[in-house]
């Protein structure tokens, strides 16, 4: 069955599955393969980082007259305690707004210096430094940071344990191509091409029609994971990333006395570790994603109690091992939220459900929708307390007329916007629509509007539910269930996100509206220039600014856009207009496969 939902273009901001660990740390605190690492960056003499059991990661020696790496005494100056908590100690010398240079070379540890940095090696860095290609820039300037070495590493996994197989198709739309700054040919072309080379005509006829019928006509039309993944996988062979890439995990930023940026990191399975490397970069870019999962409150009591933590799960951890039981026992599933995710997972317990009907679903939601959002003349329609929009902003915030009149807005007036153009959604599906109606026609799908008040494990291995229910007659009242599935979402507040919360403190930057990362209209953070150098942000944290769909695909390369033309206009380093005659033998190199 083709996927009725579809998961945000996000941005992989990357979650951990290792609960030993604050919701603020979970950023890179990441396990893979140790083969994954070694197909992407060959083990060279002199490795920071050997093969140590099952972690294995490879660094990135790079050899240009832009960047040098300076080995120092093996004399460690960094204090031993830290003030702040769970997190490396870091020097002394950060403690101040402005390192000298002189200062990091005296603490025993390799500094790196380069043209350019950016620090997530998720989508929002993959765009970045595809950007600094095309427009000039060479890989040996460049250096990526991140625990992962595959860009798509942490929303891939999202996605898997969202239950997003890579054959299912993304809430994305075809010209957003992470792979492809021109966005054309989109992926539906790609599709379409790819359809009538193997004789599927039936494919390729049902794709053109979505693209030339959206939205009116025909259902939008959406890529597959697959597609997004292997578009990124040649992109980044093209570009050099596996070159670029340094693995590790960013600990704090700071303005260097020079004009530059240092990122201080450790050991991504070290997150309370000490800093082994310094990176020194003249123009800084920071694009982390969401910071963790969400926890609610009645889950993390549950958990404190020692609660089993196999029966009540979040949406984005694994939990395979629920489906599994249910196909074998049958059981009552309780389900909280109405998001994209949300409908996947209901979408994935009816697929298991056909094959043992002793499957019922709870679907726990905190207040009833009787209609949609209003904007003007337009509303959104809703069935069954759902709300429904394609994607998850109106596709006019991408580059039509709501994009405008967000830019024009005042602070004030952009969170009023926002609240009303974003909020939580799914995509209106005829399969899903159909799922919906039948399950409550049925019975076994049954909305229920309350708030959990407390969770016990009971002694036969069912979960007993304490709840304040909002429906007629409202009060408190108890059932049990034998799991939970919480589908709330991810946290996006910066005060979640370490790295970016410590360097707000110590510089005392104001934030935007919405408490995120404060930029101007290049993506610049406000207050973090440096001489010549800037730093420059994307994604999640930066929602609030003038541009609202910022976790998106098109968002990360519409950031990316901003800020490497503002760097042009600096003249920074390598980088060139990317006129028409540049642009177009850039599209051509592109279409070859040919390095910029």
């Known amino acids: 069955m083709q996927a009725c939902s579809r998961t945000n273009g996000i941005v992989a901001a990357g979650l951990c599955e290792c609960d030993a660990h604050p919701p603020d740390q979970l950023l890179d605190v990441l396990q893979y393969s140790p083969a994954l690492v070694a197909d992407a960056a060959p083990r060279r003499r002199g490795d920071l980082y050997p093969e140590t059991g099952r972690f294995h990661v490879a660094s990135v020696v790079h050899h240009a007259l832009s960047m040098s790496i300076r080995p120092h005494n093996t004399a460690s100056q960094f204090p031993r305690a830290s003030a702040r908590t769970g997190l490396a100690p870091l020097p002394a010398s950060f403690t101040e707004p402005y390192v000298p240079i002189q200062a990091l070379e005296r603490l025993g540890v390799p500094l790196v210096e380069t043209d350019y940095l950016t620090v997530g090696g998720g989508f929002g860095s993959f765009a970045w430094a595809d950007h600094l290609r095309i427009f000039g820039a060479r890989p040996e300037q460049i250096v990526a940071l991140s625990p992962a070495p595959v860009p798509y590493t942490r929303f891939k996994r999202l996605c898997q344990h969202s239950q997003m197989p890579p054959h299912e198709r993304l809430r994305s739309n075809s010209d957003a191509c992470p792979d492809n700054i021109w966005g054309w040919p989109g992926y539906a072309v790609r599709e379409c091409w790819a359809a009538l080379r193997r004789g599927d005509l039936r494919n390729a006829t049902r794709v053109l029609w979505q693209v030339f019928g959206e939205p009116t006509f025909a259902e939008t039309y959406t890529p597959r994971a697959s597609a997004v993944y292997a578009a990124i996988d040649r992109e980044a062979a093209r570009i050099g990333w596996s070159q670029m890439w340094r693995c590790g995990r960013a600990q704090a930023i700071r303005k260097t006395a020079d004009g530059r940026y240092v990122v201080a990191c450790s050991r991504p399975d070290q997150p309370a570790g000490p800093i082994d490397q310094l990176i020194v970069a003249q123009h800084l870019h920071v694009a982390v994603g969401y910071p963790s999962v969400r926890?609610?409150?009645?889950?993390?009591?549950?958990?404190?109690?020692?609660?089993?933590?196999?029966?009540?799960?979040?949406?984005?951890?694994?939990?395979?091992?629920?489906?599994?039981?249910?196909?074998?026992?049958?059981?009552?599933?309780?389900?909280?939220?109405?998001?994209?995710?949300?409908?996947?997972?209901?979408?994935?317990?009816?697929?298991?459900?056909?094959?043992?009907?002793?499957?019922?679903?709870?679907?726990?939601?905190?207040?009833?929708?009787?209609?949609?959002?209003?904007?003007?003349?337009?509303?959104?329609?809703?069935?069954?307390?759902?709300?429904?929009?394609?994607?998850?902003?109106?596709?006019?915030?991408?580059?039509?007329?709501?994009?405008?009149r967000l830019a024009q807005a005042s602070e004030h007036e952009r969170d009023q916007l926002l609240a009303v153009w974003g909020g939580t959604t799914t995509a209106e599906r005829a399969d899903w629509v159909e799922l919906i109606d039948r399950g409550t026609r049925e019975g076994w799908y049954q909305i229920r509007f309350g708030e959990i008040q407390r969770l016990e494990l009971q002694s036969d291995r069912t979960l007993l539910i304490g709840m304040r229910d909002w429906g007629a007659p409202p009060g408190l009242t108890s059932f049990c269930a034998d799991a939970i599935i919480d589908c709330t979402g991810l946290e996006s507040s910066v005060d979640r996100q370490s790295l970016l919360r410590e360097m707000l403190m110590h510089y005392q930057l104001q934030r935007n509206s919405r408490g995120g990362v404060p930029i101007d209209d290049s993506f610049a953070v406000v207050g973090m220039a440096n001489g010549s150098g800037r730093m420059y942000t994307s994604g999640v944290m930066t929602l609030g600014g003038a541009f609202a769909p910022v976790d998106s695909f098109l968002g990360l390369q519409y950031a990316a856009l901003c800020s490497v033309e503002a760097l042009v206009a600096q003249q920074a380093p390598a980088l060139r207009p990317l006129t028409g005659l540049r642009s177009l033998r850039q599209w051509l190199a592109w279409a070859r496969g040919a390095p910029p």
Do not use: M
């Open 295 to 404: 926890v609610l409150p009645d889950v993390r009591a549950y958990q404190a109690r020692g609660g089993d933590r196999r029966r009540v799960v979040n949406a984005y951890d694994a939990h395979d091992h629920i489906y599994a039981q249910l196909l074998q026992h049958g059981g009552v599933v309780v389900v909280r939220g109405r998001g994209i995710v949300t409908s996947r997972i209901i979408q994935r317990l009816d697929e298991v459900r056909r094959q043992n009907s002793a499957v019922r679903i709870l679907h726990l939601l905190q207040t009833p929708i009787e209609s949609g959002h209003r904007y003007g003349r337009v509303q959104r329609r809703t069935a069954h307390h759902w709300e429904f929009q394609v994607f998850n902003w109106p596709k006019a915030c991408w580059g039509g007329e709501l994009r405008a």
